[in-house]
């Protein structure tokens, strides 16, 4: 279904130029969820209002609560596990029903591991006691949804009668959860947008490419430095932006160094290609990532963090840096990564992948854990 607003018309006509495509449609309702405006999710003849809990206000909370309808939880099967839940369905995404007790500070505490039990209000501490169920169509978008705005994966979600009647009343946009799913699984094109030389400490001879994804999302950089030769295998680095370790100098992980370390390598090399895409925190974001550092300051390592948040190991999406080779016109690659899953992927991806190129820099006292945890758990290999 189109967004419906007051005044506007629900259904665009097929043929009309300015109707806003599937991945637009999905996009509007992302910004939405990070606004924290509620939207209207549809599975055939169910539907439902959907609010991302991270950005649930005490006044729609309210508005909820006093809805005939039950309101549900839609948390991933790792966050459910993490809070202690036993006996739950095997699904990745599960929904709960909330009991009537449960207030604004229990259901912000099920969605956020930083909000303790005692912050917990005690009329809401049974807000979880309700048997997990294994989460369809509007459960898994709803979630989908809030990872890919980078929000906390939780969802508050209220069973509609009427949903086009409700998003019309409210002013709210209205989406099919298939279509949701469907276009955020997709692989993103990436549009060429602009490019400039640019002189680098590494090598005078630099250039940078800047694509932008097909759903308006944040773009995504190409970093020729020196003059590869497409005609030949070309040491290639796929780099996912690491604001504390590239900027700041961390010592929690060794991104900053594989990222120098990369760049000195190509030039020796006489040129290579180096992709930065923004897939900050393994693809959560810098706020989650944030929330991941904390946990990891109170014993967890970097997966179980993840996974207390609601997120996968991993979030990335290593098909953007199959996508820029091939808008570059590079086939076959020398791969710079300790990571044996980009090679897989690239490969899966048509990219021929000669080699893998080791990157073992940056190993302090401080990331030792922490490069260990992506040995041991990840797969990922040091030498």
Not at 32 to 54: F, H, Q
Not at 230 to 255: M, N, Q
Not at 342 to 370: F, S
């Amino acid at each position: 279904m189109n967004a419906v607003t007051p005044g506007r018309v629900a259904e665009a006509p097929a043929i009309s130029a300015f109707a806003p495509h599937v991945i637009e449609r999905v996009m509007r309702v992302k910004g939405d969820l990070r606004l924290g405006v509620p939207v209207v999710l549809t599975s055939g003849p169910d539907a439902a209002m959907v609010i991302a809990v991270e950005m649930l206000t005490p006044e729609r909370y309210a508005a909820v609560t006093t809805s005939e309808r039950k309101p549900q939880i839609a948390l991933t099967r790792h966050r459910m596990a993490m809070l202690g839940l036993e006996g739950l369905p095997k699904a990745k995404v599960l929904g709960m029903t909330l009991p009537a007790d449960a207030n604004l500070a229990a259901i912000s505490a099920m969605a956020d591991p930083a909000l303790s039990a005692a912050q917990v209000a005690p009329d809401g501490r049974g807000a979880h006691s309700a048997k997990a169920f294994e989460g369809g169509a509007i459960h898994r978008a709803a979630i989908a949804l809030a990872k890919s705005a980078q929000l906390l994966p939780a969802a508050l979600i209220l069973p509609l009668k009427d949903g086009l009647a409700e998003a019309v009343q409210h002013g709210l946009c209205v989406i099919d959860a298939a279509e949701v799913l469907s276009e955020l699984a997709a692989a993103r094109f990436q549009r060429p947008v602009s490019t400039a030389a640019l002189p680098m400490a590494a090598h005078q001879a630099g250039r940078v490419h800047v694509f932008r994804p097909n759903d308006g999302s944040i773009e995504h950089y190409a970093i020729e430095i020196g003059t590869p030769d497409p005609s030949r295998p070309v040491l290639v680095r796929l780099h996912s932006a690491c604001f504390t370790g590239d900027v700041l100098g961390s010592l929690k992980c060794d991104c900053g160094p594989q990222l120098q370390s990369a760049c000195t390598a190509m030039a020796k090399a006489g040129g290579g290609v180096l992709l930065y895409l923004n897939q900050e925190g393994r693809g959560i974001g810098m706020a989650n990532k944030m929330r991941a550092y904390a946990l990891q300051d109170h014993g967890f390592d970097t997966v179980e963090a993840n996974h207390h948040l609601g997120f996968d190991d991993d979030e990335r999406d290593f098909r953007n840096g199959s996508a820029l080779l091939k808008q570059l016109g590079i086939t076959s690659v020398r791969l710079l990564t300790n990571n044996p899953a980009k090679v897989a992927i690239l490969r899966d991806q048509g990219i021929t992948v000669v080699e893998r190129v080791p990157l073992v820099v940056g190993q302090t006292a401080q990331n030792a854990h922490y490069l260990a945890t992506k040995v041991a758990k990840s797969g990922h290999v040091l030498k």
